[in-house]
């Protein structure tokens, strides 16, 4: 019998927008430059943090500003 997966710590950011769906949120951030990753779940947009790193953060937090503000 296979030991159990190993969970690996992470911190998870959700977003959610009053008037843009969070299908099109992960769309425009995918679109962008740079491009970012992030999955759907209860229609909120979801990044799994630790997959980026430290001297990423500056450019992620642009990304996200800017598909927040489109529309």
Sequence with gaps: MAPPPRQVP???LTLAH?????ARLAAD???GRPPVVARVAEDRLV???RTVRP?????LAEALL???RQG
């Design 47 to 49: 990044l799994d943090l």
């Design 29 to 31: 951030l995918r679109l």
């Design 66 to 68: 800017r598909a927040l």
């Design 18 to 22: 009053p008037a843009r769906s969070a």
């Design 55 to 59: 001297d990423e953060e500056p450019a």
């Design 10 to 12: 992470t911190t998870l």
